[in-house]
């Protein structure tokens, strides 16, 4: 195996072009975003950005080839992402909720269902929406948990041959829709006669009656992400728009958390790399009236070079993580959930310590360091919470029988 650090010469295109795209169509958006007072016109703001992404190819590009998509390896995938999350991880988050939903259709849907759930994140237009519907008001950390527990307590019972879905839904992106009529495709994780299970519903089996969007979630960060909470009421599905077989619900949908907790780590790179940005100029042209820039003050050094050395090691590990689980690596799910657990908790660290090196200017909202700490406290609770799920499965990784610590590292 050749292990190598430098980018191609196709890397650094793509580089370069996420990049370019973050600056033309995120950038602007970001102040307007953070000081719109209402999250759901919050969130609409961004909808033009994920139309230009569609136009781009950035979407295809996030989608492995064997689909129809252009993703090659997770690494390009990673170095696209950082460059966006730089900019506005609320956007990749919600991209990322396309990506999520997507997953269990590649591993546990038929060639039909496959085609058919992926045609509107192929196409060239338009700005689809796709959401896995997991997470309830009731707390979802045990979702898959048999009884006398309550699990997930949304239910599909067969009525001749459709699903009817009834539950509560919350958290997950993009689950109203642009419109509140529902998004291109909700993977809903339920629980049926034969077990959890999960469903495909498209846009058309929605209607005013089935999907009420209840609430507008209204988040101190990651505003262009929209969060809502949806009641389905009786969502009729064909029968054959089951994902797998009954029952095998929480086997896939483990599978799907396992890229996003790699992909967890990509936001805390590009969010804390803002950060850095920020502090480092700040301590650069600043000298809060003394006579010297404060970056002269030894305290200061020493937190911005700490802060440095973590972006570097949280963005390898993210690379390697993400890689790992796309190629199918079996150290794929150790080293994602070390790098959900490690980055998150991370970037709330570093971007804290920046502030520090600021002072009280940055506990003004209209400086940016606040905004870019609101975003980092969602990074340890969201896609599946550290205490809640991350760590759960750490310990049954390293209480398993025979497990080796070097396996993951390739060392074994």
């Known amino acids: 195996m050749t292990i190598g650090f430098t980018l191609t010469d196709e890397q650094i295109t793509l580089k370069n072009k996420a990049r370019a795209f973050a600056a033309h169509h995120l950038a602007p958006l970001v102040e307007q975003v953070r000081h719109t007072t209402d999250p759901y016109q919050a969130a609409l703001l961004v909808r033009p950005a994920h139309e230009a992404a569609v136009e781009a190819g950035l979407i295809k590009a996030m989608i492995p080839q064997i689909f129809g998509g252009t993703m090659t390896t997770g690494v390009d995938a990673a170095i696209a992402t950082e460059e966006l999350a730089t900019v506005m991880p609320d956007f990749v988050a919600s991209i990322g909720g396309v ?117 507008t979630l209204d988040m101190p960060g990651l505003r262009g992400h929209l969060t809502q909470r949806v009641q389905l009421a009786g969502v009729r599905v064909p029968k054959n728009n089951l994902i797998g077989q009954e029952g095998q619900g929480a086997q896939l949908t483990y599978a799907a958390f396992t890229a996003s907790a790699a992909a967890v780590g990509l936001l805390a790179t590009g969010t804390m790399r803002a950060a850095f940005d920020v502090a480092y100029r700040f301590a650069t042209e600043q000298t809060r009236g003394g006579g010297v820039p404060i970056i002269q003050h030894r305290p200061v050094a020493d937190v911005l070079s700490d802060a440095k050395g973590k972006i570097e090691a949280v963005r390898l590990l993210s690379w390697k993580a993400l890689d790992a689980v796309t190629s199918g690596d079996p150290a794929g799910l150790e080293l994602a959930l070390h790098t959900k657990v490690y980055s998150s908790e991370t970037a709330v660290d570093v971007i804290n310590k920046l502030i520090q090196v600021v002072g009280v200017t940055a506990y003004n909202t209209d400086f940016p360091l606040i905004g870019h700490l609101l975003n980092a406290l969602a990074y340890p609770v969201f896609e599946g919470g550290n205490i809640g799920v991350r760590r759960r499965q750490l310990k049954d990784i390293l209480s398993t029988q025979g497990w080796d610590p070097l396996a993951a590292s390739g060392l074994a």
């Open 99 to 215: 990506m999520l939903a997507l997953t269990p259709v590649y591993f546990g849907g038929d060639p039909e269902q496959t085609a058919r759930f992926l045609a509107p994140f192929l196409a060239d237009e338009g700005a689809p929406q796709a959401v896995m519907a997991l997470s309830e008001p009731a707390g979802t950390a045990n979702f898959a948990a048999p009884p006398p527990a309550e699990g997930i307590q949304t239910t599909a019972v067969l009525d001749e041959d459709e699903w009817v879905i009834t539950g509560e839904k919350q958290w997950s992106a993009n689950l109203g829709g642009w419109d509140g009529t529902g998004p291109d495709l909700m993977v809903v994780v339920c629980r049926t006669p034969g077990g959890v299970s999960l469903i495909g519903v498209e846009h058309k089996h929605f209607t005013p009656e089935n999907l009420i969007v209840l609430e």
